[in-house]
């Protein structure tokens, strides 16, 4: 299905049942910005939205754009709480084990160089940089370019540090890592007891609050800010 066709977006503000289709005529005001639907690849016209207003695709219905008030301060906000509970993810023990009298404590770390001892440096290597590293580095970026946002000031390398972030977070496999866990843990329980340490709870509150910013980072209308940044 080829992005040939232009349409324009449905806009849904918040609390109003009904969905209108925007004329063209209504738009002359606003700047409007092509998008293409993830996913049903139709090329879509969407105005500037106000304040609780969503752009839906005509065609699928997918949310194609919001603007939550206060966004980038609750991304600001919930990124760096998830920083901080990674960090607590990585310092405290992970899972425990017993069984026939023995014990045995793992932390997060200890999970990932255990495959470098079972000489699987390279799968090591993808698990830190899926699970730690490029989460990380999003949450940092993010801080970075959330403040310069609330600060309605440009800080060096903003639009590059933001294009780095929404490149890297297709690749941050945090909850995928959590549910992985989740399972074998039931898997695991069958055979030894196991205790989740503080850090596993560090890291069940640190996806859901890099999922809450997520969540509110709506990239068509950060790239605007952002731009606009150079003309304040
Ligand atoms: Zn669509």
New binding site residues.
């Given amino acids: 299905m080829g992005a040939n066709i232009s349409d324009i977006a449905l806009i849904k503000k918040k609390n109003i049942a009904t969905e209108a289709r925007i004329s063209i005529g209504t738009l002359r005001s606003v700047e409007a910005a092509k998008m293409v639907?993830?996913?049903?690849?139709?090329l879509i016209d969407v105005p500037a939205l106000g304040i609780r207003e969503k752009a839906f695709?005509p065609?699928?219905?997918?949310l194609l754009a919001s603007n939550h008030p206060h966004a980038h301060a609750f991304v600001l906000a919930f990124s760096a709480c998830a920083l901080l509970f990674l960090l607590l993810a990585i310092t405290f023990p992970f899972l425990g084990f017993s069984a026939s009298g023995q014990e045995r404590t793992v932390s997060l770390v200890q999970s990932i160089t255990i495959l470098v001892t079972e000489k699987l440096p390279s799968l090591g290597l993808v698990v830190f940089a899926s699970i730690i590293f490029i989460p990380a580095m999003f949450l940092v970026a993010m801080i970075y370019v959330m403040t310069a946002v609330g600060r309605q000031r440009s800080l060096p390398g903003t639009p590059a540090v933001l294009r780095s972030a929404l490149l890297m977070l297709p690749w941050s496999m945090a909850e995928i890592f959590l549910i992985g866990i989740l399972v074998s843990f039931i898997k695991i329980s069958s055979i030894a007891d196991v205790s989740l340490g503080l850090s596993f709870w560090s890291y069940v509150l640190f996806t859901f609050c890099m999922s809450v910013a997520v969540l509110h980072l709506d990239r068509r209308e950060i790239w605007q800010r952002v731009k606009s940044l150079d003309h304040v």
């Fill in positions: 639907c993830h996913e049903c690849d139709l695709c065609r699928c219905n997918y």
